[in-house]
Antibody, heavy 127, light 110 residues
Framework: EVQLVESGGGLVQPGGSLRLSCTVSGFTFSSYWMTWVRQAPGKGLEWVAS????????YYVDFVKGRFTISRDNAKNSLYLQVNSLRAEDTAVYYC????????????????????WGQGTLVTVSS | QSVLTQPPSVSAAPGQKVTISCSGS????????VSWYQQLPGTAPKLLIY???QRPSGIPDRFSGSKSGTSATLDITGLQTGDEADYYC???????????FGTGTKVTVL
């Protein structure tokens, strides 16, 4: 059974930092791209970042570049998101997800869908 | 501000059909695969459709997806009360170099 379990969320003051973790089981972690998606209270889904199987490529949504860092440890079956310089608008449930994608004719890889999701971890940024 | 536009809400009686549209552009839907997600209240999203029209195992054939040009559509037939949820489309945007989700559609069973 595929399982993704996030942890590390909590209440943090503006400007603060957190390290979110996602521990997976039930599939070969090192064979898949992984992604963080967030959802602010009462709002829609928002892609945050994706990371290649070996961690060699990373993609971020524009407004987190320079503040958030996605990483992974394949030996520990774990995905991470280091979130720094937090703002009130970063308040959200953060989900990790197993990602599927494809190569186009030029050899570029595109993330296409997310077939398994964790239960999410809530990050609240408030003074 | 999402680059993929969905209707805020759709509704129908049990047993009827609803159609949810997802409108984008050539930089996203027009040239990349579309997926659809169902989010029941208080739960994590669930993949319903991938690669425009493929269903993961366990997803009933009442759910179907299609794509034409820069728009995609999710159809739900034989509507059930358990289908009340938020539905999101998603795809890669080759110009933004980001994955983008639609604005979301709330399905209500009357």
């Amino acid at each position: 059974e595929v399982q993704l379990v996030e942890s590390g969320g909590g209440l943090v003051q503006p400007g603060g930092s957190l390290r979110l973790s996602c521990t997976v089981s039930g599939f070969t972690f090192s064979s898949y791209w992984m992604t963080w998606v967030r959802q602010a209270p009462g709002k829609g889904l928002e892609w945050v970042a994706s990371i290649k199987r070996d961690g060699g490529e990373k993609y971020y949504v524009d407004f987190v570049k320079g503040r958030f860092t996605i990483s992974r440890d394949n030996a520990k079956n774990s995905l991470y998101l280091q979130v720094n310089s937090l703002r009130a608008e970063d308040t959200a449930v953060y989900y990790c997800s197993k990602s599927l994608g494809y190569f186009d004719s030029s050899g570029s890889y595109y993330v296409a869908s997310f077939d398994y999701w964790g239960q999410g971890t809530l990050v609240t940024v408030s003074s | 501000q999402s680059v993929l536009t969905q209707p805020p809400s759709v509704s129908a009686a049990p047993g009827q059909k609803v159609t949810i549209s997802c409108s984008g552009s050539s930089s996203n839907i027009g040239n990349n695969y579309v997926s659809w997600y169902q989010q029941l209240p208080g739960t994590a999203p669930k993949l319903l459709i991938y690669e425009n029209n493929q269903r993961p195992s366990g997803i009933p054939d009442r759910f179907s997806g299609s794509k034409s040009g820069t728009s995609a559509t999710l159809d739900i037939t034989g509507l059930q009360t358990g289908d009340e949820a938020d539905y999101y489309c998603g795809t890669w945007d080759s110009t933004l170099n980001e994955y983008v989700f639609g604005t979301g559609t709330k399905v209500t069973v009357l």
